[in-house]
Every structure is written in C-alpha cells, then in structure tokens.
C-alpha cells in the first residue's frame, strides 16, 4: 500500500489479495491504526510468488528494506522467529527467536513460523549444508542422502562450503520474487560469463528444487493404507478442530531413579516419523518422580520450538500414562504457552484414555482403529525408551569393569565407551584392532582382553 506519493505505507502477503484487499474495504470497524492507513492509500501494488514460503521470505525482506510506517509490529517485536546464519566454521541455518550471538547473521523478522520451518526445510534440502548443532564424530544421515557435504569428516570442503552458504545468504538479502528465480538468475550470470561450471550447478539446483516441489504438491496414499481410518476416528472421539496428523508420544524410564530417561516418539498420518524421534537424559529430577520427569520431557520440547531447534508443533501429544501424568504434562503446556495445543494419555493397564481438553476419561471401544493406533505411537515411544536406557545403563556397568583394569585412565576409559556399545562387543574384538585405537598399545589391549576374559569366566 502505497500513499499518493509513492511511499510505501504497508506491505503484506495474503494467500488470495482480493479477499485480503477486501476485508481492508469492508470492515468498518477497524483499528484505529488501519481506519488512518486507508486514509492514506493512493496506491496499490502486487508481486505474485509462487508458493507461500516464497511471499514471506519476500515480505519480510522488503519490510527490512523500505521500512514503511504501519509494518511497526512486525519491525519491533522480538516474539516473531527470525532466520540465523551461525558464525561457525561451518555455519548452520536455522530458525531462533533471539537476537543474541553477535558472530552469527539475522534475517526477519518473519510473521509465519510453520511457512519459515519449510523455507529451512526447503533451503536445507536445495543446498546441502549441515543441520547438526554439534559437529558429529562420523557423517550423519543427511550425508548418505546427499544433503549435507560432511564437513564432520571432510574437513578439505570447507570453500565449497562457504560458497553453498553464500549462496543462501545470497537469496535471503536479494529480495527475489522466489528461490527458483534467483536460481535462474545465477545460472544465466554464470553463463554469460564463461563459468559453465558454475552454471551447470545452478541448472542441478534447479532440477533438485524442481522435483522437490512435484514431490511436496503431490498428495500419496501411504503404503498398504485406505485413507487415514484410525486418524479419522481418533479426531471424531477426541472431538479434535483439525485432523491429528501429526502425533508424539512421551515416556519415561528409570530403575529405582537411576540412570532416567525420557523418550518422544513421532507419526506422521498414522507411520513413525523416525527422523522426528527424540531422546532426554532426565537432568533436573532426582528420584522416582515420573510426572516431574514427563514435565522436563514435554518442557525441553516446547524449548526446542521457541528457540527453532524442533520443526513442527505436533496436531496431539500423548502420554503414556494416566490422569496424573496428563496433568503434568497440562501443567507445563501451560505454563509455556501452548494450552491449546491436543493433549491425550492412555495408561497401560486397562488401556484407558484420557483427554485433557474433555476433562476425564474418553470412551473408545477395544475393536477401534484409533485405539489401535494409540497403542501402536504409546508402545513405540516405551520401546524407544527402554532401549536408551538399557545402553546407558550397559555403559554405567562398562565404566565400573573398566575401572578395575590398571593401565586404563579417563581418557582410553572415554575412546573405548565411545567406540563400544558394550563389553559384549569388545570381549570379541582382536588385539590388533584394539591396539590400533587412538591412545591404545597392545600391551594394554592384550591386558584389556584378558581381565575381560577372566571377568567372564570368575562369573
């Protein structure tokens, strides 16, 4: 929107500009913030985008370039995400909600958190830099698929690197109609001076962009399904606004308070998003207090989203557990904000479901596919669960059987838990790889062997 003179008064993105334009018209009730502006409107002009996630990186790119006026909100509060550029070695994108590491480079702030995990989602995919927090030990996941150069274990990548991140930095602060236009626009500057090798990579992003697209917009049946039954039902029972597509599932596990873990599994339309899995250390509860623990779970979680280190809200979060772990979950979905949010458990002994929003016990038959599916996420987030504490008891049994050999200090104690999962696994490793380990001679390894071996037989 624009005044006589050309200013730009507002700019704003709207999925359909005639209704949005309309509205403006229409409702004479407004603000008296909107009755002044349209006061002031001469003009108004248009850029068309091609997907969503484009209008609001443009938007807010042109927002932080001509300021106008009656965008005050968006320039000044702090609540909105923002799009950080990490000042690493080999920086990382992501989405934060504070401004504080001086190192690191801010683009936004942005009006639509969900649309900027996509456009993460969508850079990420197109050029593939690291998503890590912490640089790995070994290629992650993302290297195998080709999304992610490994600089983890390829440290001679650090210039293509750095190219791929200027890139990116590149599109964020040019203010282009869309990320295929700007690259489009490389492509043929790198042709028209001679850089054919260059070209040719941007021609490979753009066909990678291409099909991630077609991929995106093309709605499939998942495999062996006829719809989404169990979904379905659970939204009519649980009298749910939306249907819960996605679903996580919370638990915990410990032995008389010790060595406590908590666990979050997640399902995307009715199958385990394993990608999506999380796994807590309990730090903040000492004890046997299973609803503080679900508390710290759900709270780290809720953490993650504010500060953009987790990428989707789920639709509904599960419990395993009764009236009291629902409750305490409740509590801290409350406390941080998000009360709104679907919040249902279902306790293991007579299978019995709770919702919080209903306020008590939800009726479902034993024959229905939503219980069924209930089961399914809850079984699967206590599988996940045992099964890290299970490792890190072994390592806990692990330390103290190394404690006994002479000649193994803190730090061959740390290379050899960090290269097993168990004395089961190294029991049955060769002298000769034991003694090639960092740290490691064959005198201590044929002693490591042999105290291990004894162990075995004494007991």
Same mark, same amino acid.
């Given at each position: 929107?624009?005044?006589?003179?050309?200013?730009?008064?507002?700019?704003? $993105?709207?999925?359909?500009?005639?209704?949005?334009?309309?509205?403006?018209?229409?409702?004479?009730?407004?603000?008296?913030?909107?009755?002044?502006?349209?006061?002031?409107?001469?003009?108004?002009?248009?850029?068309?985008?091609?997907?969503?996630?484009?209008?609001?990186?443009?938007?807010?790119?042109?927002? #932080?370039?001509?300021?106008? #006026?009656?965008?005050?909100?968006?320039?000044?509060?702090?609540?909105?995400?923002?799009?950080?550029?990490?000042?690493?070695?080999?920086?990382?994108?992501?989405?934060?909600?504070?401004?504080?590491?001086?190192?690191?480079?801010?683009?936004?702030?942005?009006?639509?958190?969900?649309?900027?995990?996509?456009?993460?989602?969508?850079?990420?995919?197109?050029?593939?830099?690291?998503?890590?927090?912490?640089?790995?030990?070994?290629?992650?996941?993302?290297?195998?698929?080709?999304?992610?150069?490994?600089?983890?274990?390829?440290?001679?990548?650090?210039?293509?690197?750095?190219?791929?991140?200027?890139?990116?930095?590149?599109?964020?602060?040019?203010?282009?109609?869309?990320?295929?236009?700007?690259?489009?626009?490389?492509?043929?500057?790198?042709?028209?001076?001679?850089?054919?090798?260059?070209?040719?990579?941007?021609?490979?992003?753009?066909?990678?962009?291409?099909?991630?697209?077609?991929?995106?917009?093309?709605?499939?049946?998942?495999?062996?399904?006829?719809?989404?039954?169990?979904?379905?039902?659970?939204?009519?029972?649980?009298?749910?606004? $939306?249907?819960?597509?996605?679903?996580?599932?919370?638990?915990?596990?410990?032995?008389?308070?010790?060595?406590?873990?908590?666990?979050?599994?997640?399902?995307?339309?009715?199958?385990?998003?394993?990608?999506?899995?999380?796994?807590?250390?309990?730090?903040?509860?000492?004890?046997?207090?299973?609803?503080?623990?679900?508390?710290?779970?759900?709270?780290?979680?809720?953490?993650?989203?504010?500060?953009?280190?987790?990428?989707?809200?789920?639709?509904?979060?599960?419990?395993?557990?009764?009236?009291?772990?629902?409750?305490?979950?409740?509590?801290?979905?409350?406390?941080?904000?998000?009360?709104?949010?679907?919040?249902?458990?279902?306790?293991?002994?007579?299978?019995?479901?709770?919702?919080?929003?209903?306020?008590?016990?939800?009726?479902?038959?034993?024959?229905?596919?939503?219980?069924?599916?209930?089961?399914?996420? #809850?079984?699967?987030?206590?599988?996940?669960?045992?099964?890290?504490?299970?490792?890190?008891?072994?390592?806990?049994?692990?330390?103290?059987?190394?404690?006994?050999?002479?000649?193994?200090?803190?730090?061959?104690?740390?290379?050899?838990?960090?290269?097993?999962?168990?004395?089961?696994?190294? $029991?049955?490793?060769?002298?000769?790889?034991?003694?090639?380990?960092?740290?490691?001679?064959? #005198?201590?390894?044929?002693?490591?062997?042999?105290?291990? $071996?004894?162990?075995?037989?004494?007991?």
């Amino acid at each position: 929107m624009k005044n006589r003179e050309g200013e730009i008064l507002y700019i704003g $993105k709207a999925r359909s500009l005639k209704k949005r334009v309309a509205s403006y018209l229409r409702d004479r009730g407004q603000m008296p913030k909107i009755q002044v502006l349209l006061s002031k409107v001469g003009d108004l002009d248009y850029v068309e985008t091609p997907t969503e996630v484009d209008a609001l990186l443009l938007e807010a790119e042109l927002i #932080r370039k001509f300021q106008p #006026r009656y965008n005050k909100e968006l320039k000044d509060d702090k609540s909105y995400p923002l799009l950080k550029i990490t000042g690493d070695e080999f920086p990382r994108l992501h989405v934060t909600r504070n401004k504080t590491d001086k190192k690191a480079l801010y683009y936004g702030p942005y009006t639509d958190a969900k649309l900027l995990r996509e456009a993460v989602t969508l850079i990420n995919t197109v050029f593939p830099i690291r998503k890590c927090r912490k640089l790995p030990k070994k290629a992650c996941l993302y290297y195998h698929i080709g999304q992610c150069l490994a600089p983890c274990i390829k440290p001679e990548v650090k210039p293509e690197y750095h190219r791929l991140v200027n890139e990116v930095k590149g599109f964020l602060g040019g203010g282009k109609r869309s990320f295929m236009d700007y690259l489009s626009d490389r492509m043929f500057e790198a042709a028209k001076e001679l850089r054919f090798e260059d070209a040719q990579f941007f021609k490979e992003q753009i066909e990678a962009l291409g099909r991630l697209k077609k991929k995106r917009f093309s709605p499939r049946m998942p495999a062996g399904r006829i719809g989404l039954s169990a979904t379905l039902e659970l939204k009519h029972l649980l009298k749910m606004g $939306k249907l819960p597509e996605r679903i996580v599932c919370f638990d915990v596990s410990n032995i008389q308070g010790e060595e406590a873990v908590a666990s979050r599994v997640a399902f995307y339309r009715e199958l385990p998003d394993k990608l999506e899995y999380r796994r807590y250390k309990i730090k903040t509860v000492t004890g046997i207090d299973d609803y503080a623990m679900i508390q710290e779970a759900v709270g780290r979680m809720l953490a993650g989203l504010k500060e953009g280190r987790e990428s989707f809200l789920p639709d509904l979060i599960v419990i395993d557990g009764g009236k009291g772990h629902l409750n305490a979950a409740r509590a801290t979905l409350e406390r941080e904000g998000f009360q709104e949010t679907e919040l249902a458990s279902i306790a293991k002994q007579f299978e019995t479901v709770y919702s919080a929003r209903l306020g008590g016990e939800v009726s479902i038959p034993r024959d229905s596919p939503a219980l069924h599916l209930l089961e399914k996420v #809850r079984d699967e987030a206590h599988r996940f669960a045992i099964t890290y504490h299970r490792s890190l008891k072994e390592k806990q049994m692990s330390r103290s059987v190394l404690d006994e050999i002479p000649g193994i200090g803190e730090r061959r104690k740390r290379i050899l838990l960090e290269q097993f999962d168990s004395i089961e696994v190294l $029991k049955r490793t060769g002298v000769g790889e034991l003694a090639g380990l960092p740290g490691m001679n064959r #005198r201590v390894a044929e002693k490591v062997l042999e105290r291990l $071996k004894n162990k075995t037989n004494n007991s």
